[in-house]
C-alpha cells in the first residue's frame, strides 16, 4: 500500500499539473470507485471545476474545487490509493497504455492532458465532499510532515498503552501515514523491538523513534518512495527506495547494522520484520 512517501511524492508530480487547472470533462470508468454515489453524477458535478489547491494528509489526496455555475458550493475530490491505486499524469497527446479493465477513471484537463486513475485490486476510491464532510474521512493522527512529530507527541500518543509498537504505529488516529514498511524501518532505526509495549517507553525511547521516523520518511521521499510491486509516481516511474530498506522483506537476510539474521513475526496482522540483535525484546 502506497504510504506517506508515496503519497507525497505523487501529490509533488502532480501539483504543477494540477494547481489551477480546470477540470473540463470526467469519465468514471468503473462505478465502485466513487462509492457510493453514482459515477455518472460525481462525473457531471466535476466538470468545470478549477483546482484550487493540492494537499495530502496521511495516505489520502485531496483536491480543493471551486464551484460552477450549475454546482456553485466548493468541493473537495478526496482520492485513497489503498493496496495499488495509482494517479499517473499524461501530457496532451500522450496515449495511455495500461489496460482498461484497471483503469476508473480520467480527469480530462482544459487545456489539454489528463490524471489518469488506475488500480489493479480496486480498492482504491475518488470520493467528491462538501466541506462540512472532510475531516471525518481524513486520519486524525499527526502527520509527521505537516504536522511534525518529536519525542513528546509520541510520549503523549504511547503514554499506558498495552499495545505493540508495531500495531501502535498503524493506528491512523496516533500517527498518519505510516504504514507496514515504514514502521519495520523506523523501528529498526530507533533500536525498538516492534512487540515492545507502547506505554513502556521513555522519553529518550519516543525521541529515538520520533528522528528515525523523520529520517526513514525523508529518505524514501527523497528516492521517490519504495516500488515493491505495484507503486508508480505520476510520471510512471518506480520508487528507488527498496534498495535501501534494512529489514522490512528481508528476512533471512544479514542485518546491515549488526549482521545478524532478520527474524519475521505477525504483530497487528501484518507480518512484521526486525533485527533480534538490534531490537532487543526486553519489555
Known amino acids: 500500500m502506497p504510504e506517506l512517501p508515496e503519497v507525497e511524492t505523487i501529490r509533488r508530480g502532480l501539483e504543477p499539473h494540477l ?34 489547491r493540492l494537499w495530502r494528509r496521511g495516505k489520502y489526496l485531496v483536491l480543493d474545487l471551486e464551484g460552477t455555475a450549475a454546482h456553485p458550493r ?10 495499488t491505486g495509482r494517479l499517473t499524469y499524461l501530457a496532451p ?27 489493479v485490486r480496486k480498492f482504491g476510491r475518488l470520493l467528491l465532499v462538501p466541506p462540512g464532510e472532510l475531516s471525518p474521512l481524513l486520519p486524525r493522527g499527526r502527520d509527521p510532515l505537516v504536522d511534525g512529530l518529536d519525542g513528546a507527541d509520541l510520549a ?8 505493540s509498537l508495531k500495531a501502535l504505529l498503524l493506528r491512523q488516529d496516533l500517527v498518519a501515514g505510516l504504514g507496514n514498511i515504514y514502521a519495520d524501518e523506523a523501528l529498526h532505526r530507533a533500536g525498538l523491538h516492534p512487540a515492545r509495549r507502547g506505554g513502556s517507553l521513555d522519553g529518550a525511547d519516543c525521541a529515538r523513534l520520533a528522528l528515525a521516523i523523520h529520517e526513514v520518511l525523508g529518505e524514501a521521499l527523497a528516492a521517490g518512495g519504495t516500488t515493491l510491486l505495484d507503486y508508480r509516481d505520476s510520471a510512471g516511474r518506480p520508487g528507488g527506495f527498496r ?41
Open 19 to 52: 494547481g489551477g487547472r480546470v477540470l473540463e470533462r470526467v469519465r468514471i470508468l468503473h462505478p465502485h470507485v466513487t462509492g457510493p454515489r453514482p459515477g455518472r453524477d460525481v462525473a457531471r458535478d466535476l466538470a468545470g471545476r478549477r483546482v484550487i
Open 74 to 83: 466548493p468541493a473537495h475530490l478526496v482520492c485513497h490509493l489503498r493496496m
Open 93 to 119: 497527446g500522450a496515449r495511455w497504455r495500461e489496460a482498461a479493465a484497471h483503469t476508473h477513471a480520467a480527469l480530462h484537463l482544459e487545456g489539454g492532458g489528463r490524471v489518469m486513475f488506475h488500480d
Open 156 to 163: 503523549l500518543a504511547l503514554a499506558g498503552r498495552r499495545s
Open 243 to 283: 534498495v535501501r530498506l534494512r529489514v522490512y522483506g528481508q528476512a533471512g537476510r544479514s542485518c546491515p547494522s549488526c549482521g545478524a539474521t532478520i527474524q519475521a513475526r505477525q504483530l497487528a496482522g501484518r507480518t512484521t520484520a526486525f533485527c533480534p540483535r538490534c531490537q532487543p525484546d526486553c519489555v
